[in-house]
């Protein structure tokens, strides 16, 4: 069945980097895009950016143009993100999510608490 | 960007009754290659992430009960349950994904 497994909870400081990794199983892992998208506490969903899993081609939400990297590991069926410069708005449950051919995100992984306080 | 609108922000139905959530877009999410709209609706129940109820408007994905139902077309859009159960209790998200991902601000359905 398809997996999406998320490392775990983080807490940084202001001003630093977090980098969260979504472990794919369950499908040819270069057939579907991986997206990945964030929830502030109370809030709606908010997308960030996806990675072609087969070619390694990103797009980023203009919000986090600068700030978010997002790489595939095709060997080891893994899409990490990474957001630097964080502030205390970046606390958030963040989401890598497989993207369907006709672009929905279909499976969701459990998600990923990541804290930024001084 | 494309913004998505839902009304009501929260809802209250009895058990067995009809629930209905409005979401509208700021602009069409009509993709022209296939003539389809790319509007899905999620659910979400607390701690849990989102799921995957509906897709291109109408399609319900696997293993959903056939009591959620979707509708519309252009930047109109509903998503109906038709007799309401104990474990709809959640938070309802459209999505638009034509043109990137936007989500719509939830609807948070309880039991009257």
């Known amino acids: 069945q398809v997996q999406l497994v998320q490392s775990g909870t983080e807490v940084k400081k202001p001003g630093a980097s977090v980098k969260i990794s979504c472990k794919a199983s369950?499908?040819?892992?270069?057939?579907?895009?991986l997206h990945w998208v964030r929830q502030a506490p109370g809030q709606s969903p908010e997308w960030m950016g996806w990675?072609?899993?087969?070619?390694?081609?990103?797009k980023y939400s203009e919000k986090f143009q600068g700030r978010v990297t997002i790489i595939r590991d095709t060997f080891a069926t893994t899409a990490n993100m990474e957001l630097s410069s964080l502030r205390s708005e970046d606390t958030a449950v963040y989401y890598c999510?497989?993207?369907?051919?006709?672009?929905?995100?279909?499976?969701w992984g459990q998600g990923t608490l990541v804290t930024v306080s001084s | 960007d494309i913004v998505m609108t839902q009304s009501p922000d929260s809802l209250a139905v009895s058990l067995g009754e009809r629930a209905t959530i409005n979401c509208k877009s700021s602009?069409?999410?009509?993709?022209?290659?296939?003539?389809?709209?790319?509007l899905a609706w999620y659910q979400q129940k607390p701690g849990q992430p989102p799921k995957l109820l509906i897709y291109g408007t109408s399609t319900r994905e696997s293993g959903v009960p056939d009591r959620f139902s979707g509708s519309g077309s252009g930047t109109d859009f509903t998503l109906t349950i038709s007799s309401l159960q104990a474990e709809d209790v959640a938070v309802y998200y459209c999505q638009q994904y034509v043109s990137d991902h936007t989500f719509g601000g939830g609807t948070k359905v309880e039991i009257k």
């Open positions: 990675i072609n899993t087969g070619n390694g081609n990103t």
């Open positions: 602009q069409s999410v009509l993709y022209s290659s296939n003539n389809k709209n790319y």
């Open positions: 369950g499908y040819p892992f270069t057939n579907y895009a």
């Open positions: 999510a497989r993207g369907h051919s006709d672009w929905y995100l279909d499976y």
